[in-house]
């Protein structure tokens, strides 16, 4: 089984992410009709059975966008969200510093909730599960694609590769509208491709 997991396109980084609605900007939307021809141009490669996507509104675009081409069956979400940042998702910047000062997702404790939201061993846990369970209900594809967030992805690939997480550990470089290519063999797991966007050049 190989899994494809993709990071949305780009947001406005004015406003506070996690379970935000703000959706992509034009920058973003561009690159992901990049992603989009370059899945549609390598469909025997890639051959996508299904899209699984977070319903956020920046990962339901993306997937949008991606399935004009691909035209495959698409199933959004709640599991695959970006951490539940609580009252602050979606804010600007500078009133959650006004209002919240000095609250980020490394300055929080492991078992300190966001106001509102969940805390990062929260996040964590949750991620791993969900993500078993959906390789578990997608066992009869070969090809599934998972459209998500950098935090998501970040836990998906330390779970995968046995390393160490925290919210204090510098976090995997997922850029906008990247493909990490996973692979799910017998008792083999591993990372085919990390961080691929050439085609956003």
Same mark, same amino acid.
């Given at each position: ?5 993709? !990071? ?5 980084g004015n406003y506070r992410g996690g379970w935000s609605l703000v959706p ?21 490669? @890639?051959? %996508? ?49 006004? %209002? @919240? ?11 300190? !909730? ?43 690939y330390r779970y995968i590769n046995n390393m160490e997480w925290s919210n ?14 996973? %692979? ?18």
């Amino acid at each position: 089984m190989r899994i494809f997991l993709v !990071r949305h396109g780009k947001d406005d980084g004015n406003y506070r992410g996690g379970w935000s609605l703000v959706p992509l900007t034009e920058e973003g939307i561009n690159q992901v009709k990049k992603l989009a021809e370059f899945l549609n141009t390598q469909k025997d490669y @890639y051959n %996508i059975e299904k899209i699984i996507s977070s319903d956020l509104e920046r990962a339901r675009q993306t997937t949008n966008i991606i399935n004009e081409k691909l035209n495959v069956n698409v199933e959004f979400t709640e599991r695959l969200r970006e951490m539940n940042n609580g009252k602050i998702a979606g804010m600007l910047n500078k009133d959650v510093e006004k %209002i @919240y000062p000095g609250l980020y997702y490394n300055t929080l404790r492991m078992d300190e !909730r966001y106001p509102g939201g969940e805390s990062p061993i929260e996040f964590h846990d949750r991620i791993i599960k969900d993500f078993k369970d959906i390789v578990k209900e997608n066992k009869n594809h070969n090809n599934i694609m998972i459209v998500t967030h950098s935090g998501v992805i970040n836990i998906i690939y330390r779970y995968i590769n046995n390393m160490e997480w925290s919210n204090k550990i510098k976090s995997i470089k997922v850029s906008n509208a990247s493909i990490y290519s996973l %692979i799910l063999e017998n008792n083999n797991r591993y990372f085919e491709l990390e961080n691929y966007c050439e085609y956003l050049k």
